[in-house]
């Protein structure tokens, strides 16, 4: 079966860290482009960092930049989010999602959610909660 899987959201307190998985089953990821989307109850879904298929160029959401960091490992078939100093606002479903004919992180990012749907996977998401 061919699926993105996402894991290690939970429960942090702010200015806690976590770090996101998202894993390939099926098929390997060297050859898309890799973004982490959010979306928090009552608003769209936005980018929050993507990366190319080689690790080498990366994209961040302005309100993440300096605290989330974006890697990958093709070798173990993963792509991985640290979220670092976490906020309440940071709280919401991740989710992860791969395309392989796209050619630009920024434009995989910034893309309008309605063109988000047509990314060649997503996953499931995972429940990121920022509380005190």
């Known amino acids: 079966q061919l699926q993105l899987v996402e894991s290690g959201g939970g429960l942090v307190q702010p200015g806690g860290s976590l770090r996101l998985s998202c894993a390939a089953s099926?098929?390997?990821?060297?050859?898309?482009?890799i973004g982490w989307f959010r979306q928090a109850p009552g608003k769209e879904r936005e980018g929050v960092s993507c990366?190319?298929?080689?690790?080498?160029?990366?994209d961040y959401a302005d309100s993440v930049k300096g605290r989330f960091t974006i890697s990958r490992d093709n070798a173990k078939n993963t792509v991985y989010l640290r979220l670092n100093s976490l906020k309440p606002e940071d709280t919401a479903v991740y989710y992860c999602?791969?395309?392989?004919?796209?050619?630009?992180?920024?434009?995989?990012?910034?893309?309008?959610?309605?063109?988000?749907?047509?990314?060649?996977?997503w996953g499931q998401g995972t429940q990121v909660t920022v509380s005190a």
């Open positions: 999602a791969a395309d392989a004919s796209i050619t630009s992180v920024q434009a995989m990012c910034v893309m309008p959610p309605a063109w988000q749907r047509g990314y060649d996977y």
């Open positions: 990366i190319s298929r080689s690790g080498g160029s990366t």
């Open positions: 099926g098929f390997t990821l060297d050859g898309y482009v």
